[in-house]
């Protein structure tokens, strides 16, 4: 699609204050969308906005609190207009062998990247549905996969797969839904590990990330640009170092 075709379309983006978030809404206002960036850093998503200009509001909201997400698409379709797009990406990465000094960072995962994505998409499916829209949902290949100490977090995108496999089924022709499965990118994700162990060999390998978040913005700037009686259902994209 080109930028004039976009142009009084408008995108939502989950955790866009940084990594693959800030880089997808930079990538769609560039494309001609207006975009709303959600998170819950007020400082990073306002300077952001402010560095687009115009057609880029900030909307301090954490995707756990559904009132804020009720209050952040009153908001995009008063400042913005209806909701076209909607990428369901805030997400975290609390990875560590599995016991219960644990257990905060399992509820909290399964809070944010399961049930914030699915929030997110009911109070908001309204908007998307009207006049045809698309969802994104930011999975990972660890929602196809799953190694020793991911279990949880793999538990939430493989949850994620299933439930978009259903609501891709469910809303179509209205709403599109495309799922992203990116293996390691260069990204902030790893410094939020609480087992110190596991994040200081995590980070090991984030430190070498050879895939930028742009480049997987590029990918879903691409599958919102095809035509719409053609949807790209499920892209898993890798390092081409990465065989897990
Ligand atoms: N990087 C990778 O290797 C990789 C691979 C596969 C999948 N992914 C997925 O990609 C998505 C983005 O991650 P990233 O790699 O770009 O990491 P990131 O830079 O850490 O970004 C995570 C984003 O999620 C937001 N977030 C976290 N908790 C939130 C909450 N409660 N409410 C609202 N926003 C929240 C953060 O914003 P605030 O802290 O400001 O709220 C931040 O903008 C995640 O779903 C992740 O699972 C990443």
Redesign the pocket.
């Known amino acids: 699609m080109t930028d004039s075709q976009n142009i009084h379309r408008v995108a939502v983006v989950?955790?866009?204050?940084?990594?693959?978030?800030?880089a997808t809404a930079r990538a769609l206002h560039a494309d001609g969308y207006r975009v709303a960036l959600?998170?819950?850093?007020r400082d990073?998503i306002e300077s952001i906005a402010a560095e687009l200009g115009d057609g880029a509001i900030a909307i301090q909201?954490?995707?756990?609190d559904r009132d804020a997400i009720v209050t952040a698409a009153q908001r995009v379709q008063d400042e913005l207009g209806v909701t076209d797009v909607l990428v369901n990406?805030?997400?975290?990465?609390l990875l560590g062998p599995f016991s219960s000094e644990q257990r905060n960072d399992y509820r909290s995962m399964i809070e944010?990247?399961l049930l914030?994505a699915i929030t997110a998409t009911e109070v908001f499916l309204d908007q998307i549905k009207d006049g045809g829209g698309d969802l994104i949902n930011?999975?990972?290949?660890?929602g196809r996969t799953a190694r020793a100490s991911n279990g949880v977090y793999a538990a939430t995108?493989w949850g994620m797969n299933g439930w978009s496999e259903s609501l891709r089924q469910e809303l179509l022709p209205d709403v599109r839904v495309t799922l992203i499965e990116?293996?390691?990118?260069d990204?902030?994700?790893p410094t939020?590990i609480t087992h110190e162990p596991t994040r200081q060999a995590v980070q090991q390998g984030y430190d070498v990330?050879s895939v930028k978040?742009e480049e997987v913005a590029e990918v879903i700037s691409f599958a919102l640009g095809r035509p719409r009686h053609l949807v790209l259902n499920e892209i898993l994209l890798r390092p081409a170092t990465q065989l897990g």
């Open positions: 989950t955790g866009a204050s940084s990594g693959i978030g800030a959600l998170a819950r850093r990073r909201a954490d995707v756990t990406n805030a997400g975290t990465m944010v990247n914030g930011i999975s990972s290949v660890a995108k990116p293996g390691v990118v990204t902030e994700l939020h990330a978040p």
